[in-house]
């Protein structure tokens, strides 16, 4: 299984990358939307976490041009971030429309929780 991470902050990514291979899913970590696009040209992963506050392109827009390909059309699509949910879309129709299956809030879901949700989506 592969995840792919979309994480501006390194020591974050990292914190994420280690929780995720110690249950034994392989991590792939972008910086940014431009790089995440990139990679999955070449490499399909079996779910994506996205930060929605990324420089350049922001999260909102990786989660359109990625839903744009229609071989990706049915990867789990994850929102971790430090902003509210609210903040971004108060009626959840944007997330609805794009396929996402949770937006989770950082402050207040630990990553070992995070890990939980997503390898449980990715198991069935």
Not at 86 to 98: R, V
């Given at each position: 299984?592969?995840?792919?991470?979309i994480?501006?902050?390194?020591?974050?990514?990292?914190?994420?990358?280690?929780?995720?291979?110690?249950?034994?899913?392989?991590?792939?970590?972008?910086?940014?939307?431009?790089?995440a696009?990139?990679?999955?040209?070449?490499?399909?992963?079996?779910?994506?976490?996205?930060?929605?506050?990324?420089?350049g392109?922001?999260?909102?827009?990786?989660?359109?041009?990625?839903?744009?390909?229609?071989?990706?059309?049915?990867?789990?699509?994850f929102?971790?971030?430090s902003?509210?949910?609210?903040?971004f879309?108060?009626?959840?129709?944007?997330?609805?429309?794009l396929?996402?299956?949770r937006?989770?809030?950082?402050?207040?879901?630990?990553?070992?929780?995070?890990?939980?949700?997503?390898?449980?989506?990715?198991?069935?």
């Amino acid at each position: 299984m592969l995840v792919l991470i979309i994480e501006p902050d390194r020591i974050l990514a990292k914190e994420y990358k280690k929780a995720f291979e110690g249950i034994g899913i392989e991590v792939v970590l972008c910086s940014d939307a431009q790089s995440a696009i990139g990679l999955v040209d070449h490499q399909k992963p079996d779910a994506v976490i996205v930060e929605l506050q990324l420089a350049g392109h922001s999260g909102i827009d990786f989660l359109y041009e990625f839903r744009s390909y229609e071989d990706l059309s049915r990867v789990p699509l994850f929102i971790y971030s430090s902003v509210p949910e609210y903040a971004f879309d108060p009626d959840k129709k944007t997330w609805e429309s794009l396929g996402v299956e949770r937006y989770l809030y950082k402050p207040k879901v630990p990553i070992d929780r995070l890990v939980g949700i997503v390898k449980s989506k990715i198991e069935k």
